[in-house]
Structures are given as structure tokens and as C-alpha cells.
């Protein structure tokens, strides 16, 4: 039957900060929410920040406090307290204000397509779909010599077969930062897995650690593509301050049009401004190329600059 809900089209599935919860709905029936209305992104539209929490948006917008004392609470144990019981209640009660506030702000704003845009990421099945050969790329890699990129592949592969295998959040067989660790150390034995200070007690023992090694033990056989990545190349001293300066901007467009900034454009989308001429960057395209992305260019191109005035930063 819930699942039947969400599939249904007369009624809006409101949710915060929807991506993980859509994952398990996908990966365990195959089925999104549509339509959805995701109140953490709708709040980063309307000027809220970036991913603010759904207790800010209860204070900021219907000025009530929520006990958050059973926010990490067991909820398999039965009987629910009174306490546990209000704390889930505020979701349903408060999210539905929140809704119908954060709604009618878009639809003053005129702000539905920048909206769209990112609910249409969330209810794309391509989102969730996660190939263990390319569970690597989501980690950000801190050396590009191929022994390491091999290891961290191939510790990435055993990591996803066994989250997706036995349904469980790919932190807690191993997080990535001790997949960067591990692809440094290379240890060669259990032995010096669990010499290893800098590990969790879990990659140590049992079939984590023996998953750890297996895949160690064969990484050299792991294929890599290329890695032509144009962060490969260090920044020169220009694109460095030409990033500065456009940070800049994007604190003041943000300002200017009230939107979150992580929302407009991400610390990648300045870099591969400043380094190509024609980035394929969302940056640049549609409504953030109309209050970003065109600014940007002709900053980078010299046709305007940033000063300060007594107004504070400013184009001309």
C-alpha cells in the first residue's frame, strides 16, 4: 500500500532531504515518488542556505522548537514513548507548513523550473544506480599513480558488492577515507591490517578484513581508464586568483537573488570555469547561466570587474 501511495499521481510525496530515503524505495521496489516536493532543496531555492536542516526551517519559518532528544533513538523497541511519538509526529505536522510556505514562496519567485530541475535528478532511476566498476569515482582521490587508483578501485568494487549484497550503507563496511588509507598502506597480511593505528576495529577481523585483502591481493589486475582529468594539471597562479575572484561573485549573486550557493554553482563548477573556455558545467546553463554563469564568463573574459563601493562588493 505505500508503495501504491507513492506511485499515485493526485498526491504530493513531501520529504527532506529525499535522496537517501528514494534509494531504499528504489533499490527495494523499484518504485519513486511522483510527485515530489523536496523541502530541502525547495528551501535552498528560496534562500534558506545550503542543506539546511529540517529543525531550522521549523524555527525559522512557523517559529516552534523541536525536542530533538530522540533523534538517534532505537525505534524497534517497543513501546514508543510519548516523546519518540511527538518527534515523529512533528514531520508529518510540520512538514506539511512547510510545504505549503515554501510553495507559494516558489511560485511568488517564479522559481518552479530551478525547482524541477533538481527533483527531476531525484526521481531519475539513474541516480541510484551504482555499477561496482564505477563506485570508485564517487571517491575523491588524493594521488593519481596507478598502483594506489588500482587498489582504491578495487576496494571500492568489494565495498559495493557487499553493501548491495547484504543491504547495508557502504559506511559501515568500510568509509572512504580508509579506502585512501588502505590504498597507501597496502598492507600484505592480516598482520599488518591490524597494526594499521589509523583503522576501524570492523576492517580488521572477520570477513571485512579477509575482503579487504582478497581484493588488495588481486588489485593489480584491476583495469583503469585514463586519467586525463584536467584537475590532474595544477592550477596556474591566474586561474588560482581568477577562482578567488569568482568565488567572490557567487557569494554576491547568491546574496542578490537570495539562492544557496551550493545550489548555483560548486567549488568544481569555478575550477573548470577558470580552466576551459567552454565548460560543460550545469553552472553555465539555464537559470543559473542567467544569474551566474554569464557574469562569470565576462568576468573571466575581463569585460566587467568586482569592486567595493559604499554599498560593499559590487560588479561594474
Known amino acids: 500500500p505505500f508503495y501504491d501511495l507513492l506511485k499515485k499521481k493526485s498526491v504530493i510525496k513531501v520529504f527532506h532531504a529525499a535522496r537517501q530515503d528514494l534509494e531504499i524505495f528504489f533499490t527495494t521496489a523499484g518504485v519513486l515518488p511522483d510527485p515530489l516536493f523536496d523541502t530541502q532543496i525547495a528551501a535552498m531555492v528560496c534562500g534558506f542556505g545550503d542543506q539546511v536542516a529540517y529543525e531550522t526551517l521549523v524555527n525559522k519559518i512557523l517559529n516552534k522548537h523541536i525536542d530533538k532528544s530522540t533523534r538517534f533513538t532505537d525505534w524497534a523497541i517497543r513501546p514508543l514513548s510519548s ?34 530541475e533538481e527533483l527531476d535528478i531525484l526521481k531519475n532511476p539513474k541516480t541510484y544506480l551504482v555499477e561496482p566498476d564505477q563506485a570508485w569515482k564517487k571517491i575523491r582521490l ?5 598502483d594506489f587508483v588500482k587498489a582504491v578501485k578495487a576496494l571500492a568494487i568489494f565495498r559495493e558488492e557487499e553493501a548491495q549484497n547484504r543491504d547495508v550503507p557502504r559506511g559501515h563496511i568500510i568509509k572512504d577515507d580508509e579506502i585512501l588509507r588502505l590504498a597507501s598502506i597496502k598492507p600484505k597480511t592480516i598482520q599488518d591490517l591490524n597494526n594499521s593505528r589509523l583503522l576501524s576495529k570492523s576492517t580488521k ?9 582478497d581484493a588488495l591481493k588481486d588489485s593489480d589486475k584491476i583495469p583503469i581508464e585514463p586519467l586525463d582529468e584536467p584537475h590532474l594539471i ?19 549573486k547568491s546574496s542578490t ?21 567552454k565548460p560543460n558545467i550545469r553552472a553555465i546553463e539555464g537559470w543559473r547561466y542567467e544569474i551566474f554563469g554569464k557574469d562569470a564568463l565576462r568576468l573571466k573574459n575581463g569585460e566587467i570587474s568586482l569592486s567595493f563601493d559604499k554599498n560593499g562588493l559590487c560588479i561594474k
Open 83 to 116: 516523546s519518540q511519538i511527538n518527534y515523529a509526529l512533528s514531520d508529518v505536522t510540520h512538514l506539511r507548513e512547510i510545504y505549503e510556505f515554501l510553495n507559494n514562496e516558489i511560485i511568488k519567485g517564479n522559481r518552479f523550473s530551478w525547482l524541477k
Open 142 to 146: 588524493k594521488r593519481k599513480d596507478p
Open 205 to 213: 577481523s572477520g570477513w571485512i578484513a579477509n575482503g579487504i585483502m
Open 234 to 252: 595544477p592550477l596556474s597562479v591566474e586561474q588560482e586568483a581568477l577562482i578567488d575572484l569568482l568565488r567572490l561573485l557567487l557569494k554576491l
Open 257 to 277: 537573488h537570495n539562492v544557496a550557493v551550493k545550489l548555483i554553482a560548486s567549488a568544481k563548477d569555478l575550477e573548470m570555469i577558470a580552466r576551459h573556455k
